[in-house]
C-alpha cells in the first residue's frame, strides 16, 4: 500500500466497541475474495485488537489522527510510532472534521504528513471544499491550493494517499456530480504533477462523502478515482460487504470521462 489495486477505506470515526469487530471478521473474509485493497480506519482504542480480528486476511488498519511529535507533553495525543506499535499501517491526516472541530490547517497537515511517513505509516490526507466555497465556484482553486500547502515537496516519493472529500457532502447523503469527481480529481492529478512532477503520479486519489453501495461502482469508474473513503456506510458490516461487492474492479468498466 499504495497499490495498483483500488483501494477501499472505512472510517469508523468515533464509533466501535470491542463488540463491533465480529463484523470486521466478515469483512475481511470477503476483502480477500474481491479485487481491491480495503482498509479500517478505527479509533484508537480499537487498533491492536483490529488487527488481531483481520490478522491473516489482506485487509489493513488504519488510525484517524496522530500528533506531529514523536513524543512528549500531549496529553491525549498519538504519534506515529504509537500508532505503529498498535499495529497500524496507514492513518488519515487533515480530515475536514477535524479542520472544523479542532482548526487544523493546512500547514498542520503538512506536518502529520510529513510525521506519518518518518514514522512509517502511509497517510491519508484529505483536502475538499466547504459548502460556501462550492457556491462561490472555487472548488477547484481551493482543492489545488490544499493539494499544494498540505502534500511537502520531501513527500514527493513518498507512500502516500490523497482523498478528496468535499466537506458539505460527508454524512450528507449527497454526492457530487461525477463531472464534477472527475474535474476534481483531474485537478488534484494536475497539481501533483504540477508541484512534484512524475514522482506523484503513482498516488492513489481516493475520493470521500456519501459513499455507498448504490453509488460506489459509478464512482470508482472515473479515471482519476482510485479508491473510496467510506463514513457511514462503512460502520455496518452487511453495507460495507454490500458496497465491497458493487466496489469489485472485476464487475466495473473503467470510464475515461475527458
Ligand atoms: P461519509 O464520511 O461516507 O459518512 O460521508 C466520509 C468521511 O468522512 O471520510
Not at 69 to 78: A, E, L, R
Not at 147 to 176: F, K, M, N, R
Not at 240 to 246: K, M, V
Request: aromatic letters at 2%.
Amino acid at each position: 500500500m499504495p497499490t495498483s489495486r483500488r483501494l477501499i477505506v472505512g472510517n469508523w470515526k468515533m464509533h466501535g466497541l470491542q463488540a463491533d469487530l465480529a463484523g470486521a471478521k466478515a469483512v475481511a473474509e470477503v476483502a480477500d475474495t474481491v479485487d481491491l485493497e480495503v482498509a479500517i480506519c478505527v479509533p484508537a482504542t480499537l487498533i491492536e485488537r483490529m488487527r488481531r480480528t483481520v490478522d491473516g486476511s489482506t485487509v489493513s488498519v488504519g488510525g484517524q489522527d496522530l500528533h506531529s511529535g514523536v513524543s512528549g507533553p500531549f496529553t491525549g495525543d498519538i504519534s506515529a510510532a504509537m500508532l505503529v506499535d498498535a499495529g497500524a499501517g496507514m492513518v488519515i491526516a487533515g480530515h475536514s472534521e477535524r479542520r472544523a472541530a479542532y482548526g487544523e490547517n493546512d500547514a498542520q497537515v503538512a506536518v502529520k504528513a510529513r510525521a506519518a511517513v518518518g514514522g512509517g505509516l502511509v497517510p491519508i490526507i484529505c483536502v475538499g471544499e466547504t459548502a460556501a466555497e462550492r457556491d462561490a465556484d472555487r472548488t477547484l482553486a481551493v482543492i489545488h491550493r490544499q493539494v499544494v500547502d498540505c502534500v511537502p515537496s520531501d513527500l514527493a516519493s513518498a507512500a502516500i494517499i490523497l482523498a478528496y472529500e468535499p466537506v458539505w457532502a460527508i454524512g450528507h447523503g449527497v454526492t457530487p456530480s461525477l463531472d464534477e469527481i472527475a474535474a476534481a480529481h483531474a485537478t488534484l492529478r494536475g497539481a501533483l504533477n504540477s508541484i512534484h512532477g512524475d514522482l506523484c503520479r503513482s498516488v492513489p486519489l481516493l475520493f470521500g462523502g456519501s459513499v455507498d453501495a448504490g453509488n460506489v461502482s459509478k464512482v470508482m469508474a472515473l479515471r482519476d478515482v482510485n479508491g473510496v473513503l467510506v463514513g457511514g456506510a462503512s460502520l455496518d458490516a452487511s453495507n460495507f460487504i454490500s458496497l465491497l461487492h458493487a466496489a469489485d474492479t472485476r464487475r466495473i468498466a473503467h470510464v475515461d470521462r475527458e
